[in-house]
């Protein structure tokens, strides 16, 4: 079981969605250039963005509430930059002190005020140039030099912000967001070599390759197609 729903208005220039799931016993997580803040079990924690695939190592059935922050956006409310969270889970008692210990409290009794929560702690302050460049990755780009032309700003200082905000440069958010594309796409491909080719990879063996390094598996394993169907 797995459920999104919309953001509510307010917060939906910094959220994506909110969710609920109950834990499916070595459920393989991708990345996806997010991060979330989830309460599970008897834990509430952060998950940073993900460069490379990961199992859960929840018990199954464990019923899990997140709230999942757009790219760029979480370091708005949870007030540390997302690099210090790559690739990490930490707990909002270690990210936030004694404030993260009472909050965790009121979350593991009212896990739906996740929302409330992001709210009473989201700075107004955006980056349009960020939100720029994260949008043209996010539209299919060859290259992250494509991206970056005519912003106006140095590229290194650029990176670095980027950096900073989403937890990994500007590269790597490129290949998470192709490989995104491919998982929204795959339900009407008819095969591997059409896949990637509207997903925005140079060939069917450049999916392969990212396919291998951020979920674990091969493409014929991991995407269901419509024409030449995956095992």
């Keep these: 079981m797995y459920r999104e729903s919309p953001a509510p208005a307010h917060l939906r220039d910094a959220v994506r969605c909110l969710w609920r799931s109950r834990v499916t016993p070595g459920k393989r ?3 996806d250039g997010c991060v979330d ?3 599970a079990g008897e834990r509430v924690f ?3 963005p993900d460069t490379r695939h990961w199992d859960t190592e929840l018990p199954g059935g464990t019923l899990v509430h997140g709230i999942r922050f757009r790219p760029g956006h979480a370091p708005r409310a949870l007030g540390v930059a997302a690099a210090e969270l790559t690739d990490q889970r930490v707990t909002l008692a270690d990210l ?5 210990a009472v909050v965790t409290d009121l979350l593991l009794h009212r896990p739906t005020a996740l929302g409330d929560v992001v709210a009473g702690r989201l700075s107004a302050e955006r980056d349009p140039l960020l939100e720029t460049l994260l949008a043209r990755l996010d539209g299919g780009v060859a290259r992250v030099s494509e ?8 590229e290194r200082q650029l990176r670095r912000r980027f950096t900073l905000a989403v937890g990994y440069g500007p590269a790597t958010y490129l290949r998470v ?3 995104q594309r491919a998982i929204a796409g795959s339900h009407a491909a008819a095969d591997l070599a059409s ?3 509207t997903a925005g990879y140079a060939d069917q063996a450049h999916l392969s390759r ?16 419509t024409g030449a169907r995956a095992a």
């Design 29 to 31: 997580i991708v990345p």
């Design 195 to 197: 896949l990637a080719a």
């Design 210 to 225: 990212d396919c291998r390094d951020l979920t674990g598996s091969t493409p014929r394993a991991y995407f269901r197609l």
């Design 46 to 48: 952060v998950a940073g």
């Design 147 to 154: 991206a970056l032309h005519g912003l106006g700003v140095g």
């Design 37 to 39: 803040l989830m309460v």
């Design 177 to 179: 967001a192709r490989l």
């Design 96 to 100: 936030w002190g004694t404030r993260g």
